[in-house]
């Protein structure tokens, strides 16, 4: 199984200079190489690396692994590209979407993630500094830090390449990390079914709650503070605002670990395998009030179900993904379907068998039902490949 972690450095102004100056040259020699790519039509890396690699190499001061990363960068995003547009992802062609992603070359910003091997990033685990190349020449003993739990995989299974990316003036190296799965448990004693919301971050078919009342207090402060800097317009305020979101980030991160922690555990404890609801689509699906919206779109609910994801294959827990149709709407007792079963937002009564529980609690024991149901028919979880932990 491939996680992504992120670490942070601790640079001193000098090494963020360098810094600097490295991401900088590697997106535009990125740049110029995108240009040839896009006037010759040629987007094969080995055929770049014929046109271009001499050229961004010298002008740019590039090691030679730095110029071929810049290169295969280049090369994946227009692959990238080629399939968004296979896919319709960019409209149709004759489209503005289209004609603007087709009409001119890709562009890298100049703080865009630049890609390290371990011939330009060696890592010293035990002192928890790594020795990394620039244009300005390889900084060594460069300390970084991170959660204790992370640098500890990190220590035990990191694998090739690593991203310095540079994110709200703090300078980070996200590298992945294959980390073996335990055996998947063979016959899950049922299956504890989560429903994810607002009122409750998530709510599991075995009774537990994870309240986001005190959680949604506190971000609608946040929020309420962030406009409010965001209207004044200094450069004070725009810092003081980027430091805000930031914590806010921070807070809903640690959050999300904790919670997907305390359900694996519990599925591990029990021998029951987890479901979770298809989260595409969830924001536009769902119908709710402006204040509510809002919640919805800040809240990282995927970053919930990928923690959960990744937590239950490390302990061989199921898990399978069940159609989030109707689940609060049917009952869990006589699975009858009305849209009329929810009176409010907390309460769930069946109009056929007059079944009444928390509306939350309710859509947890459906999604459990189709989640063993799922298990029973062999059908396929679609559980994401890579996972990041920061």
Known sequence: MKIVVRVKLLPTPEQASALHATLHACNAAANEVSAVAFTTGTTNNRELRTLTYTGIKQTWRLGAQAAQHCIKKTSDAYTALKGNLKAGNLGRPGSRRHHQATSEPITFRADAAQPYDDRMLSWQTPQRTVSIWTVTGRIKRLPYTGQDDQLRLLAQYRQGESDLTHHNGSWYLLATLDIPEAPENPAPNG???????????????????HSGRRLNRTRENDRTLRSRLQKKGTRSAKRRAKRHAGKEARRTRDINHKISKHIVAEAQRTGRGIALENLGGIRERARLKKPQRVTINSWAFGQLAAFITYKARRAG????????????????????????????????????????????????????RRGWSAWVRGAESQVPALTLLA
Do not use: M, W
């Open 191 to 209: 299956f504890i079914g989560v429903d994810l919301g607002i009122a409750n971050i998530a709510t599991t078919s075995t009774g537990n709650r």
């Open 317 to 368: 827990v199921p898990l399978v993904h069940v159609s989030p149709a109707y689940t609060s709407q049917e009952c869990s007792r006589c699975h009858h379907i009305d849209k009329r079963n929810r009176p409010s937002q907390a309460v769930f009564t069946c109009r056929n068998c007059g079944f009444v529980e928390h509306a939350d609690l309710n859509a947890s024991h459906v999604i459990g």
